[in-house]
Nanobody, 125 residues
Framework: QVQLVESGGGLVQAGGSLRLSCAAS????????AGWFRQAPGKEREFVAA????????NYSDSVKGRFTISRDNAKNTVDLQMNSLKPEDTAVYYC??????????????????WGQGTQVTVSS
């Protein structure tokens, strides 16, 4: 059973930055894809970013494109999300996930097998 643990969430002012990290224990991210999703109060979980297993391909939602960057370190078994120019609408619980299949980036939650417990990101205006 793969366990994913997120860290790095917190409170930040609009325009600020945060870096989220996700570490895999009792398992590995390779050779699977990884992704970040978020869920705001009263809303459904939504896709944020995804990366393939080599790190050579990534995909972003339109709402974060140009502001967020997903990366991975397969030697350390971690996947990070660098978030810049944060906006109040980025406030949500952020979840990392490992895909069911190898090879590509995946934007649907149903394509992911393992999920972290989530970390809260709050952006004040």
């Amino acid at each position: 059973q793969v366990q994913l643990v997120e860290s790095g969430g917190g409170l930040v002012q609009a325009g600020g930055s945060l870096r989220l990290s996700c570490a895999a224990s009792r398992g590995t991210f390779t050779p699977y894809g990884a992704g970040w999703f978020r869920q705001a109060p009263g809303k459904e979980r939504e896709f944020v970013a995804a990366i393939n297993w080599t790190g050579g391909r990534s995909n972003y939602s339109d709402s974060v494109k140009g502001r967020f960057t997903i990366s991975r370190d397969n030697a350390k078994n971690t996947v990070d999300l660098q978030m810049n120019s944060l906006k109040p609408e980025d406030t949500a619980v952020y979840y990392c996930a490992r895909s069911k299949r190898v090879g590509s980036t995946y934007i649907l939650a149903e394509d992911y097998m393992y999920w972290g417990q989530g970390t809260q990101v709050t952006v004040s205006s």
